[in-house]
Structure formats: structure tokens, C-alpha cells
């Protein structure tokens, strides 16, 4: 059956360049709910070049909504690789920390897998920070500061996982990313200096003072930087693999602490 509005709507999207148009169409219009003012403003905010997932104000990431709001880092689809093997080395009422959490996907995805953790998440950007703690709620705590510095003292050689998806794009790299990143993401979220690496080797060179025995980092990484991350963690003695999902085009290190 026809659907006029949802078509006229899908066609404007389509001229200004979406690919998914009829999706984002329908979205928009459940976003609307029936208010023919709130639509317009969502989809004037649209055509603007604003991300989707801002105009409707959630991102979908392992099947849930994670609530984002403008400069916030969008969770991607390929994160789910940190998310598998994150959740493959946990039980319930592990201690766990989602490091570079962002707007905190990677908190919500392990506690729906694997069941209630002693989980903080972490962040440098404040505006990230806010949106984690709404997005995780009374499920843990969120902390501001740079990497490991604002973690609990409880968690000093205690913690069996930690996940991360610290920024990883090169710096020279960050202009001819697509629009949608690079003009409306913090710059902080994206920035991984000179080779996109260098918060990588921070976290190899603290994350021992944090694991447990035999704990780990799982670390997101773009399949090309992957050995480069993968021996910083070996070069600080942990051992190393490199794993990689096809189904959501994501790689991570998997780097383990001697037991």
C-alpha cells in the first residue's frame, strides 16, 4: 500500500544524499509521533547534514538503543567485535572497565550479555560522561578523567576485563572522514595522534597497574593497525591476539596478563 508521506519524505532525503533514505524516512516519522511541527524540525535538522542518530537522539548498537546527544561519539556497528570477545572472558559480578566509554555502549551491551558486573566506565569528555551515566544508570558508575587516572583505588590490580575503544583514527587522517564524524563528533573522541595509536600505547603501558592476574584488555583497532597495537601490548608484556568479526567489519586486541 502507498504511503505518501513516508515517500515525498524518502525522496527529499534521497536528493540530499542518504543512501538509506526510506529507512531514515520511517524513523523520522516514528520520531514525529504524529507532530507535524516536531517532524519538521527533525527533518530540517536532517537535510542540515546533522547526523540521524542525533535528530532522533538514540544510536542502535547490539541491539539497543543507546541515547546520543550532538558532539557525543556514535557507537558503531563494527564495536560489537570488542563487545564478543569482552563478554567470552566474563561472569557475573566481574569487576569491569569500559575505558574510553563514550556515550557508555559498550557498558550496556556487556550487562544485557553477561548479567550484572562491578562495572565503572570512563571518560575525558564530560558531555560523553553525562549521557553513559543515563545510559547505564544505577548498573555502575561513570568517572571523568584522562584514561585510568579517575578509576576507584578498589579496582588497583582487581579488574578482569577492560574494554575499549579508545580513538584510533590518525590525526592527518581525522579531514577525510566522513562529514557526519568529523564536523559534529568531539574532536576528542576521534583524534589518535600522529599514527592513531599513541592512547593505544598509554593503555599498554597502565592497564597492568588495573588487571588482575590473568585479566585483559580488549581494544578496538582498524584491521591495518592491528599488529602495530597488538605488539605495544606484547612489548609491555602481555600476550596478544588479534580477532576479527566479518559480520560487523570490527577487529580488536585481545591482550592478556600473565596469570
Do not use: K
Not at 74 to 88: C, Y
Not at 202 to 218: F, K, N, Q, T
Not at 230 to 239: E, S
Not at 254 to 259: G, I, K, N, S
Amino acid at each position: 500500500m502507498p504511503h505518501p508521506a513516508r515517500d515525498a519524505l524518502a525522496a527529499r532525503l534521497r536528493a540530499a544524499g542518504s543512501v538509506f533514505a526510506e529507512d531514515e524516512a520511517d524513523l523520522l516519522l516514528a520520531a514525529g509521533d504524529g507532530d507535524p511541527a516536531r517532524l519538521r524540525t527533525l527533518v530540517q535538522r536532517r537535510l542540515a547534514g546533522e547526523p540521524l542518530e542525533y535528530v532522533l537522539g538514540w544510536a542502535a548498537f547490539d541491539e539497543h538503543r543507546i541515547r546520543v546527544t550532538p558532539g557525543v561519539f556514535v557507537p558503531r556497528a563494527r564495536t560489537a567485535v570488542v563487545v564478543e570477545q569482552a563478554a567470552r572472558l566474563l561472569h557475573r559480578y566481574d569487576r569491569v572497565v569500559d575505558l574510553c566509554c563514550g556515550a557508555g555502549a559498550i557498558a550496556v551491551a556487556l550487562l544485557e550479555r553477561v548479567g550484572a558486573l562491578d562495572l565503572v566506565a570512563s571518560d575525558i569528555d564530560p558531555d560523553a560522561v553525562d549521557i553513559a551515566a543515563e545510559n547505564i544508570g544505577d548498573r555502575g558508575i561513570v568517572v571523568r578523567g584522562d584514561l585510568f587516572a579517575p578509576l576507584p583505588d578498589r579496582f588497583r590490580g582487581a579488574v578482569d576485563v577492560i574494554a575499549v575503544n579508545a580513538p584510533y583514527v590518525p590525526t592527518d587522517a581525522i579531514a577525510t572522514m566522513p562529514v557526519e564524524a568529523r564536523d559534529h563528533e568531539h574532536r576528542v573522541a576521534l583524534d589518535g595522534g600522529g599514527d592513531g595509536l599513541e592512547l593505544h600505547r598509554r593503555i599498554a603501558l597502565g592497564a597492568g597497574e588495573w588487571l588482575r592476574a590473568g585479566g585483559s584488555v580488549v581494544i578496538e583497532v582498524s584491521e591495518a593497525q592491528a599488529p602495530v597495537s597488538a605488539a605495544a601490548f606484547t612489548d609491555a608484556g602481555f600476550t596478544a591476539r588479534i580477532e576479527h568479526d566479518d559480520d560487523v567489519d570490527g577487529t580488536c586486541v585481545v591482550a592478556t596478563l600473565p596469570a
